[in-house]
């Protein structure tokens, strides 16, 4: 998924394999696999995104095991918080 989704994108949870164990537990206890969810906000770090969302309030989840729905823009990846640290 785009690391820089900004709030309301929407993802689908495409695998609960990747990450920290907890990582992948917590996936297959709050998540459907092939559900479709709603982008909160993500946080950008330098080896992994972390991806909040709507459907699961204050649970973070490994970016890598979701898919964006539609592609967002790069004007719209630019407005993402994180976005001028590690692109600059």
Same mark, same amino acid.
């Given at each position: !998924?785009? @690391?820089? &989704?900004? /709030?309301?994108?929407?993802? $689908?949870? @495409? $695998?609960? %394999? !990747?990450?920290?164990?907890? *990582?992948?537990?917590? &996936?297959?206890?709050?998540?459907?696999?092939?559900?479709?969810?709603?982008? %909160?906000?993500? +946080?950008?770090?330098?080896?992994?995104?972390?991806?909040?969302?709507?459907?699961?309030? %204050?649970? &973070? #989840? /490994?970016?890598?095991? #979701?898919?964006? @729905?539609?592609? *967002?823009?790069? +004007? %719209?990846?630019? $407005?993402?918080?994180?976005?001028?640290?590690?692109? &600059?």
């Amino acid at each position: !998924m785009n @690391i820089y &989704a900004l /709030n309301g994108h929407k993802v $689908r949870l @495409i $695998r609960t %394999d !990747m990450g920290y164990e907890y *990582q992948k537990e917590r &996936a297959e206890k709050y998540l459907k696999l092939r559900g479709v969810y709603t982008v %909160d906000y993500t +946080e950008v770090h330098s080896g992994s995104t972390e991806v909040y969302l709507e459907e699961v309030p %204050d649970l &973070a #989840f /490994n970016s890598t095991c #979701f898919e964006d @729905i539609k592609p *967002q823009s790069p +004007e %719209d990846d630019s $407005r993402h918080e994180d976005y001028d640290r590690w692109n &600059a």
